[in-house]
């Protein structure tokens, strides 16, 4: 290089940088690790970075990565590209921390993320559409009777080329620009101040590019922000059983576990102590019996003719609270009664005298 380029040079570059950070986006990845973000109900083997600096979601299992860092208005550019046919991916914006009763999704709003071979219908496109999910609410623009908003027109890219993003949030509406062009619109969100999540669900995807553009806040309600972070951490990879003990007896489906009848219970390596609160989600059938949880080493049986649940076939949520030797349980929100003599340590755990449905264990200390 020429000596007197070099200051000729080093003016074009900062005057890049400026122009950067003018437009008041800042990246969301480093291009290495996760960091300013949090795993919610994946496994290490679902995210990683190639040597290009992509983000790469395998798919398996089906959940999230969310994150640090609650968003209410702002502007999320990115770019993506499946890398096989028919694949399955998205983005929610105002998420929960993590994933809601028996699902392996987080409530929030759902920017979709499908690749062009999955087919449109009338339930769906691949081109954009934005719903709320799990309890979320939205009033779409462009809706067909529901809460699903449908994209004006078809711009997005098929396998394995790139597509870019523009999702604005303000206010509690939110927008898609699809490569340049803004096709799907809602109203009226409900949170609009939460989480952003990444997506896994079975597509192998590269991200690139995710950059956000933070605008001012504007008052809100308590009941417009999404369940800020708890501590919680999932207990299952959704791949394998890594952290658990003898497994016989059990099935790990993606984001599910199923126990067979006789099966015993499916307790984690790890032994808690201190104060703590657990959650674990259950479904039960007809033959399932009594579901039991081990809190501590102890095992505490869910009467299957409990009130506080669900019809046989739907999930319910167990949250427990130790506090000391004393377990405060809770079913599906509602107290589920106290117990004493809870050890000072030991491991958690779930089983059933039948065939059980399991999904979401989660520990946090309290």
Not at 266 to 282: A, C, M, P, W, Y
Request: net charge negative; glycine share 12%; proline share 6%.
């Amino acid at each position: 290089m020429r000596p007197h380029l070099l200051p000729f040079l080093v003016l074009i570059l900062s005057g890049f940088a400026a122009a950067n950070d003018k437009e008041g986006f800042q990246p969301l990845f480093n291009g290495k690790d996760l960091a300013g973000w949090k795993v919610v109900n994946t496994a290490p083997s679902t995210w990683s970075f190639n040597e290009d600096g992509y983000l790469v979601c395998s798919g398996k299992p089906i959940g999230e990565i969310r994150t640090e860092r609650m968003y209410q208005n702002f502007i999320l550019e990115l770019e993506w590209r499946h890398l096989v046919p028919k694949g399955n991916a998205g983005v929610f914006v105002w998420a929960d921390d993590i994933s809601a009763r028996g699902q392996p999704f987080i409530k929030g709003v759902e920017v979709q993320v499908l690749e062009n071979a999955y087919g449109d219908n009338k339930s769906h496109t691949t081109h954009g559409d934005i719903f709320p999910i799990h309890g979320a609410i939205m009033t779409p623009v462009n809706g067909r009777g529901g809460q699903r908003a449908f994209p004006v027109e078809n711009r997005s890219k098929p396998s394995p080329e790139w597509n870019h993003y523009r999702i604005e949030c303000i206010d509690g509406a939110i927008s898609l620009a699809v490569n340049g062009k803004i096709v799907t619109r809602g109203t009226d969100c409900n949170p609009r101040k939460g989480y952003l999540c990444l997506e896994s669900e079975g597509g192998v995807v590269h991200w690139r590019n995710v950059r956000i553009k933070e605008l001012p806040e504007t008052p809100i309600a308590p009941e417009q922000v999404a369940t800020s972070d708890r501590g919680f951490r999932c207990l299952y990879t959704g791949v394998d059983f890594s952290g658990w003990q003898e497994t016989a007896g059990w099935e790990s489906r993606d984001w599910e576990l199923l126990s067979e009848a006789g099966a015993g219970p499916l307790l984690t390596k790890e032994n808690f102590k201190g104060d703590i609160g657990f959650i674990v989600d259950v479904k039960f059938k007809e033959n399932s019996g009594t579901a039991h949880v081990t809190v501590k080493g102890k095992s505490i049986a869910i009467d299957p003719k409990s009130l506080t649940l669900e019809k046989t076939g739907s999930y319910n949520r167990i949250e427990g609270f130790v506090r000391g030797d004393v377990l405060t349980l809770e079913i599906n929100g509602k107290s589920a009664g106290t117990f004493t003599g809870i050890p000072e340590e030991g491991p958690l755990g779930m089983h059933a005298d039948g065939p059980a449905e399991w999904a979401n264990p989660y520990v946090r200390a309290l």
